[in-house]
């Protein structure tokens, strides 16, 4: 490699070619290799793409060394304090934060588009109880496409806004609704409309947990745990939804449909899946009455089958620093509620010794966002087949910042990642009465 720190140098069979380096704002400098086939007639492997970077962002910061995460340049801890979730994902997508004014709008128009079409609630109806919500809310959200058209679209014009915006208020607004109504199929209760009085999380809260024999009673410190929680998610660079929302979103597919595909990837149990593992698991182990010191030697046993959930990150080689908010978030509303939750002392039982073990020393494993998010959600009423639903309403903002980022960058390019062909070379067809069996 040169030294010149404007370029990079490949040397290869003889020949060197020079490559540009990207700087980066903040975080790790890049090298430009979309010509490295060209010049040199090699591409990259890169596994997991844990050092490849597709795109350039403005929306989210991550630096796993120190622990830091920002949306648009503010950190996580300010906003999980202070904002709300619909102003965090007005910051996400627009890139600055609302005015008062802008700020009323877009509420306004999540509550106008809360609603869903009844033919939509009909098809619910149709799903068999007991499927899982994940499932339920994709196939929903696909469905978006079929009743709001992006093409020509007369609800925007009269909102004088354009088609893309009139569409994210759609999908931020009816992802909770479909969710809840989601939730309410999979127990069997009757489907509750969303309410114009309430706020974004309380309408939520309430279609899942009012009934016509009880209705729910709003807990403002639950609206406000909920806000903060799912600020937390709203966006973390290219892990494997966002990066899927990009590559489907790339073939200029309506946001719907990338949104959608991107719920399919989160419902996998190495990502937004694993929550809900996380409490499976503590829940498990709190059963067991197994020593904790047994369960972490478990842990470090690679002939054992049992994997701790919750620990370790690609990015973050120290504390997850929404592991850490929320961790605080917990532990904080269930003493002011005198909730005592045998899984939140295992789960804290759990952390303390493995944060005092070599292994886990030597590996910098840490709590993830996912080791206690479960037990929040728990905590809330939300039942463990939500948690990954929750994470895709969570996740739902960055997704459509993303999709919007890629649209507007100019010149357009269509994800089509290279391969090495490892198979076999030429080798021609073999007429049936021919061909052995090959064992």
């Known amino acids: 490699m040169s030294n010149n720190l404007d370029k990079a140098e490949i040397n290869y069979q003889g020949k060197t070619s020079q490559f540009n380096i990207i700087k980066s704002s903040e975080g790790a400098n890049a090298i ?25 962002s403005k929306i989210t910061h991550i630096d796993g060394q120190k622990g830091i995460l920002r949306y648009r340049g503010i950190p996580i801890e300010e906003l999980a304090e202070k904002s709300s979730f619909v102003e965090t994902a007005f910051l996400l997508i627009y890139g600055y934060l609302p005015t008062n004014d802008q700020l009323n709008l877009f509420s306004n128009r999540l509550t106008e588009h809360s609603i869903l079409h009844e033919d939509m609630k009909n098809f619910i109806s149709y799903i068999q109880q007991h499927a899982h919500p994940m499932p339920i809310l994709s196939t929903m959200v696909s469905t978006l496409s079929i009743f709001y058209s992006d093409v020509f679209d007369l609800e925007a014009r009269e909102e004088k ?49 009012s009934s016509p024999v009880k209705p729910y009673a709003i807990d403002d410190e639950v609206v406000k745990i909920l806000n903060a929680v799912l600020i937390l998610h709203a966006d973390h660079g290219q892990n494997c939804s966002t990066s899927t929302v990009r590559l489907v979103g790339s073939s200029q597919v309506n946001l719907f449909s990338a949104v959608c595909a991107g719920i399919c990837a989160l419902w996998g149990p190495l990502h937004g899946g694993a929550n ?25 046993d690679k ?14 080689k120290t504390y997850d620093p929404r592991a850490k908010m929320i961790k605080k978030i917990c532990i904080d509303f269930l003493n002011k509620k005198s909730i005592a939750d045998p899984i939140l002392e295992t789960a804290l039982k759990l952390e303390e010794a493995a944060l005092k073990d070599d292994y886990f020393i030597e590996k910098r494993l840490y709590p993830n966002v996912d080791f206690y998010s479960g037990i929040v959600y728990r905590a809330l009423g939300i039942p463990t087949n939500m948690f ?51 064992i």
């Open 388 to 438: 990954t639903v929750m994470f895709a309403i969570g996740r739902l903002p960055g997704w459509i910042a993303h999709w919007k980022e890629m649209n507007e960058t100019i010149p357009h390019k269509i994800g089509r990642p290279s391969q090495i062909y490892l198979g076999d070379g030429l080798k021609h067809f073999i007429p049936m009465d021919e061909r052995k069996i090959l």
């Open 303 to 316: 002939n054992q089958p049992f994997r701790l959930m919750g620990f370790g990150h690609r990015v973050y």
């Open 32 to 56: 430009d290799i979309s010509g490295l086939r060209d010049k040199t007639g090699l591409i990259t492997y890169d596994p997991g793409f844990q050092c490849s970077s597709a795109y350039k």
């Open 276 to 300: 809900q593992k996380v409490i499976e698991m503590l829940a498990d182990i709190t059963k067991s009455g197994k020593s904790i010191q047994k369960i972490i030697d478990e842990a470090k």
């Open 161 to 209: 806004i354009s088609d893309f915006d009139v569409n994210i208020v759609r999908l931020i607004s009816k992802i909770r609704t479909i969710a809840a109504f989601a939730y309410k199929k999979s127990c069997g209760e009757p489907f509750v409309y969303p309410r114009h009085d309430l706020s974004y999380c309380a309408n939520f809260l309430n279609m899942m947990f």
